[in-house]
């Protein structure tokens, strides 16, 4: 079974940047393509981006393209999302996702195909 731990949330001013980390415990996700979902108050999880277990491919939300990276260091089995010019519209628990694909470049957005879960970290971007 992979377990998830998410760090790196924390307290930052509009146009400022933080990296979140994502390090699993159970097992190497090196098989494993991984996913950023984030949740506001009230509101659905939704997606912000996504890589495959080779770390070849990725995909973002318009909402963060451009401003936000995702990146996978299997050597040191850790998930990043590095977060640029950030917003209040940002502020949200974010959460790291992992699930087995197919193939090693295969991805997806969608949140039902993923099986395993962090507990969150909560980013807030103040204005």
């Known amino acids: 079974q992979v377990q998830l731990v998410e760090s790196g949330g924390g307290l930052v001013e509009a146009g400022g940047s933080l990296r979140l980390s994502c390090a699993p415990s159970?097992?190497?996700?090196?098989?494993?393509?991984m996913a950023w979902f984030r949740q506001a108050p009230g509101k659905e999880r939704n997606f912000v981006a996504t890589?495959?277990?080779?770390?070849?491919?990725?995909y973002y939300s318009g909402s963060v393209k451009g401003r936000f990276t995702i990146s996978k260091d299997n050597a040191k089995n850790a998930l990043y999302l590095q977060m640029n010019s950030l917003k209040p519209e940002d502020t949200a628990v974010y959460y790291c996702?992992?699930?087995?694909?197919?193939?090693?470049?295969?991805?997806?957005?969608?949140?039902?195909?993923?099986?395993?879960w962090g507990q969150g970290t909560q980013v807030t971007v103040s204005s």
């Open positions: 996702a992992a699930r087995l694909p197919t193939s090693s470049d295969a991805i997806t957005a969608s949140l039902q195909e993923y099986a395993y």
């Open positions: 159970g097992r190497t996700f090196s098989w494993y393509s």
């Open positions: 890589i495959s277990a080779s770390g070849s491919r990725t």
